[in-house]
């Protein structure tokens, strides 16, 4: 049954009910078995809750621990491995040869060729021209407002 009452009984159960729906809802509960039973449900929850441990297990928190220590047992501080290394300096040297190849012959001023530039002209002017329509409305509703104020002031003689 839905009798309206389940955030009243919440708010009542958790104390954070002010006296007047404290008195109304203890008033209510004395007839409405099912809040009855749904505040029954609430205090067996916390309960429930209060008596579980917030934390880990022991078992788990040593099993972690174990894991842990084998884990930096067999890590090494430092390793140099010079494969490695020779195939990141031939990577990087690759990468620096293509990124010459691929810049030569194309002019310095290719982002201005693009039309990107003409496109962020049109986004500029747009705005500009959204600003000046918002400017101009804003003053015709100041000189609106004036000559409202002027005509009640000829009408009622109010300043």
């Not at 002010?18 to 809802?25: I, Q, S, T, W």
């Not at 078995?33 to 029954?40: P, Y």
């Not at 300096?89 to 810049?103: P, R």
């Not at 012959?105 to 021209?129: C, F, I, R, T």
Request: aromatic share 12%; net charge negative; charged share 20%.
């Amino acid at each position: 049954m839905n009798c309206g009452y389940g955030e009243k009984l919440i708010l009542y159960f958790y104390g954070e009910a002010g006296d007047e729906l404290k008195a109304g809802v203890s008033k209510h509960l004395a007839g409405c078995a099912a809040c009855r039973a749904d505040l029954a449900a609430l205090e067996a929850a916390e309960k429930a809750l209060a008596s579980r441990a917030a934390g880990p297990s022991a078992a788990a928190i040593e099993a972690v621990m174990i894991a842990a220590r084998a884990s930096v047992s067999r890590s090494r501080r430092f390793f140099f491995n010079w494969g490695e290394a020779l195939l990141s300096g031939a990577m990087v040297s690759l990468l620096a040869v293509g990124f010459f190849i691929a810049s030569r012959g194309k002019p310095a001023d290719l982002a201005w060729n693009s039309g990107l530039d003409s496109g962020l002209d049109s986004v500029e002017y747009s705005m500009y021209q959204a600003q000046s329509d918002l400017a101009s409305v804003s003053s015709d509703w100041e000189y609106g407002y004036s000559a409202l104020e002027d005509e009640e002031f000829q009408l009622y003689g109010k300043a």
